[in-house]
């Protein structure tokens, strides 16, 4: 392969595996959204409990949702949006509400599916169940809301199980030390990686300019230059007995 190619491959390449990254995260949160980019009504929780943990429902948008999954909740709209949000909703559908148990009345939010819609004077009544408790003949469990409780916080239109389990992983003293530490190694990494290639670049210099340079003398002496000249000399002796030199 040509070496200018190569090496524009080289460049390219990070930039493209940048991309590509970026492109799967805006594709899956785009999915997870109810195909949406819009976020600005989009509510996440994570869901600590196995009630949606059931048999799946696979005839139903949001089939089952595992413990620890993160749920992506399109809120209940304001104002005129919410007679035509409550009015689409379906059997099959699950509902994020704020719940009261009727036993221990411990306020807890809760995600369940809607088994049945019943409406009166523009009023709808929806009772809900779990999927593991559905699974569950003799548990006869539901919770029952309405458009006008005010209980609803949202339709879920998306579940990331791996998601929500790595916001759990992060959130323990181990996940926070792996969030600092991770970081900090691929830097020193980096850091190190670059001083070697310095290294070996500045090395390979020196390696050229003594190949390009003059021959040093192999005793370890100097060199000498030597300058050669046309003319001679040539000393005479005088009558008077002092020598002269002439050229």
């Not at 059997?91 to 221990?104: I, K, N, R």
């Amino acid at each position: 392969m040509d070496s200018k190619l190569y090496a524009g491959i080289r460049k390219v390449a990070p930039l493209a595996a940048v991309m590509v990254v970026i492109g799967s995260a805006v594709g899956y949160a785009w999915v997870q959204n109810g195909n949406s980019l819009d976020f600005s009504e989009t509510d996440y929780k994570i869901v600590i409990s196995g009630s949606m943990d059931g048999e799946p429902r696979d005839q139903y948008d949001i089939p089952t949702i595992p413990v620890g999954s993160m749920v992506f909740i399109h809120k209940v709209p304001s104002g005129d949006g919410a007679e035509s949000f409550y009015a689409s909703l379906q059997v099959g559908d699950v509902l994020t509400f704020d719940y009261s148990h009727p036993v221990s009345h411990e306020d807890m939010v809760v995600t369940h599916r809607i088994i049945s819609i019943s409406e009166s004077d523009r009023v709808y009544t929806y009772t809900l169940k779990g999927d593991s408790i559905a699974d569950d003949p003799t548990n006869g469990s539901v919770q029952v809301v309405t458009s006008t409780s005010g209980d609803v916080i949202g339709k879920v239109v998306g579940v990331a199980p791996w998601l929500g389990q790595l916001v759990v992983f992060l959130s323990t003293w181990t996940g926070k030390f792996c969030l600092i530490i991770v970081p900090c190694l691929i830097l020193i990494g980096s850091e190190v990686v670059s001083i070697v290639r310095t290294v070996r670049a500045d090395g390979k210099d020196d390696e050229e300019a003594v190949e390009e340079g003059t021959s040093e003398d192999p005793t370890g002496s100097d060199t000498v230059e030597v300058a050669f000249t046309d003319k001679v000399e040539r000393i005479d002796v005088s009558e008077d007995g002092l020598f002269r030199r002439s050229i």
